[in-house]
């Protein structure tokens, strides 16, 4: 599915060798998604999830930029972005599993996260005015810090998001949105849902807006990190990453045609990457697949979650 | 002093008290100090953390439940009340849930003012009570604006909770006195609830939130003086967690209790109450608790179709008459 977001850092085929443990990190999102899946598929788990399977890049750049005071917010699609920030794969899963360990004691589960300078909801819209206010209270107790929010193309159709960047442009906040559109909302495709384009929407509020079609997560750094320096003094950004979503919207509930899931699937960054660094690549790919195997049977083996209400 | 500068104060209070607190609303600042003029004097003395904001309820909300997350004090002013529904979804979806649902419990301190009711023909849509449809929310709790509570006080309590709360704030008691004349009758406090009494064992006993304390009170006396008819009045500065006991009603000694309210009629707070009573009074009462409230209906603009809807202190007045003679 071809994405509209107007790119002003335009895919290229070529990705940059990464240091050994960014690419590490990306592995490990790739492999946590797929084992996730797996255990779905063997009914080891409780309700639903959504896999950020082909856009794991994005945090894995993203977070490279953020600072330790630093907000996050995340949303149904989050097990990227908590990764990427925390590198606690058995936090999480303990928390999707509901087992001892869990971040959140196993009543957040995959949507419902929070740590310190972390939280994630599963309510489509509803994060943006919270980041707005996370970062008004940033402005005045930490200058320079920031507040991230990750949102997907289909949160576009709800009024709150509009109400949270008029205030944040209005008040100068340091805010950044990054939307990760892969170019489906769920089922529909987002020329079905979605009028005009997001750049359109960002121009209105008079907010800067960065489209990014590369999946190079070295260049994506490099076009970001300016514009980042502005979002810490006061103006929110809007950086529109044009993603592919590799796997259905949960689970078994893919219903784009074979042609649109292959494009989706051309557009891997975890195929490039072997294609172009085959080496590297090959030595630490199993070696994360391993890892995130052994994290699934640690994680399994323990005992339920406990949670005291009060 | 009115109660709209008892709740100023307050305001004020919380604000020089807290270097964290902030308040966030429409229109709410200096000169103008909002619709109903509670805000006065803030945006002046704290230009920086009070702040006017457009005509953006859920955002706003937002706005503050991120600022209560990262342990700031916020209070959201609705415009009236009414608009709350607009806000619905950060305040029950997000900052009642966070209190538990990222496992342990974290503070949310968070008030969302609310002026409601009607009498002043402000129509279907600005006149209402909506507290009925916050009943019943984890981690969220109802508070009501009362003359017979000082409001620095109540706001210290909804603070301390760490939990956010909607306060319902009657319009037409802006006006009207704090700490009002109840002669012939006196005043004390059980537990949290104001008590309006006689030294002697009441016929019956009227639970109502502060916005109604008037018109009871009015048709207290008239029920005192054309029948006489003693009652006891019981205000609640709490509407929910519900904080009038079984226990505090039974040792008044009535057997017949009302509970007066403004809300329309059908799933209201007075059936919560009255649930909580007949539980812990079975077999106690003389008939089982009697609601009063407005008809099941929208609150027109016309002052003569306003009154035929609303409760005032006439329909309390004739409907402890009927239950007391029957």
């Known amino acids: ?310 | 002093m009115r109660v709209a500068e008892n709740l100023n104060a307050a305001l004020h209070a919380v604000l020089a008290a807290d270097p964290g607190a902030h308040l966030l609303g429409e229109d709410i600042a200096d000169p103008y100090g909002g619709a109903f003029k509670i805000t006065r004097g803030l945006s002046e003395r704290y230009p920086d953390r009070v702040l006017t904001t457009p005509i953006s309820e859920a955002g706003i909300t937002g706005v503050a439940c991120g600022l209560a997350l990262c342990g700031d004090t916020a209070v959201v002013e609705m415009m009236f009340g009414d608009f709350v529904a607009l806000a619905f979804d950060p305040l029950v979806n997000l900052a009642a849930k966070s209190v538990s649902m990222y496992g342990a419990r974290r503070p949310v301190r968070l008030v969302v003012r609310c002026p409601s009711g009607g009498g002043r023909g402000y129509g279907p849509t600005h006149s209402q009570s909506l507290m009925k449809h916050f009943l019943g929310v984890p981690g969220l709790s109802v508070y009501e604006l009362s003359p017979f509570h000082d409001c620095l006080g109540v706001f210290e309590e909804m603070l301390a909770l760490g939990e956010p709360c909607l306060f319902v704030e009657d319009k037409v008691t802006y006006t009207r006195p704090m700490f009002p004349d109840v002669a012939p009758f006196r005043l004390d406090y059980d537990g949290g609830v104001a008590r309006v009494f006689l030294d002697e064992r009441p016929d019956c006993v009227i639970i109502a939130p502060g916005g109604m304390a008037h018109r009871a009170l009015e048709a207290m006396r008239s029920l005192l003086v054309e029948e006489e008819i003693s009652s006891m009045l019981m205000v609640p500065s709490r509407l929910y967690p519900v904080a009038v006991e079984a226990a505090a009603v039974e040792r008044t000694g009535a057997e017949v209790v009302f509970v007066a309210e403004e809300s329309t009629g059908g799933g209201t707070w007075g059936a919560e109450v009255a649930h909580r009573l007949h539980a812990g009074l079975w077999g106690r009462l003389r008939r089982p608790v009697t609601l009063i409230h407005a008809l099941d209906s929208v609150i027109p603009t016309a002052a003569h179709l306003e009154r035929e809807v609303l409760p005032a202190a006439s329909t309390i007045h004739r409907q402890v008459l009927e239950a007391l003679r029957e």
């Open chain 1, 1 to 310: 599915m071809p994405s509209a977001c107007a790119e002003t850092v335009p895919a290229a085929g070529l990705l940059s060798r990464l240091p050994d443990d960014e690419l590490e990190l990306l592995l490990l999102i790739r492999h946590f998604e797929l084992q996730l899946l797996d255990l779905y598929g063997r009914g080891e788990l409780n309700g639903t999830t959504h896999t950020c399977l082909g856009q794991e890049y994005i945090p894995v750049a993203v977070s490279g930029l953020l600072r330790d005071g630093d907000f996050v917010l995340s949303n149904h699609r989050g097990h990227g972005h908590y990764l990427a920030r925390y590198r606690d794969p058995h936090g999480l899963l303990a928390e999707i599993m509901g087992r001892e360990g869990a971040i959140c004691a196993g009543v957040g589960g995959s949507q419902h996260i929070r740590r310190e300078g972390y939280l994630s909801t599963g309510i489509q819209g509803e994060s943006l005015p919270v980041a707005t206010g996370i970062a008004l209270h940033l402005k005045r107790t930490r200058p320079g810090a920031l507040a991230c929010v990750y949102i997907g193309d289909g949160s576009w159709g709800e009024g709150a998001v509009y109400e949270a960047l008029n205030l944040a442009s209005l008040w100068r906040l340091p805010l950044l949105v990054v939307v990760e559109n892969n170019g489906i909302a769920q089922s529909t495709p987002t020329s079905r849902q979605l009028a005009g384009t997001i750049a359109g929407r960002a121009a209105a509020f008079g907010l800067g807006h960065l489209g990014i079609g590369s999946l190079d997560v070295i260049g994506i750094r490099t076009a970001l990190a300016p514009a980042l320096d502005l979002v810490r003094r006061g103006e929110p950004l809007v950086a529109e990453f044009a993603a592919h979503r590799l796997g259905p919207h949960s689970k078994g509930d893919d219903t784009r045609s074979a042609p649109e899931i292959e494009h989706a699937r051309a557009h891997d960054w975890y195929r490039r990457y072997a294609d172009q660094h085959p080496r590297q690549f090959a030595q630490f790919d199993a070696a994360q697949r391993e890892h995130v195997r052994a994290v699934v049977a640690e994680v399994s083996a323990r005992p339920p979650s406990t949670w005291t209400r009060s």
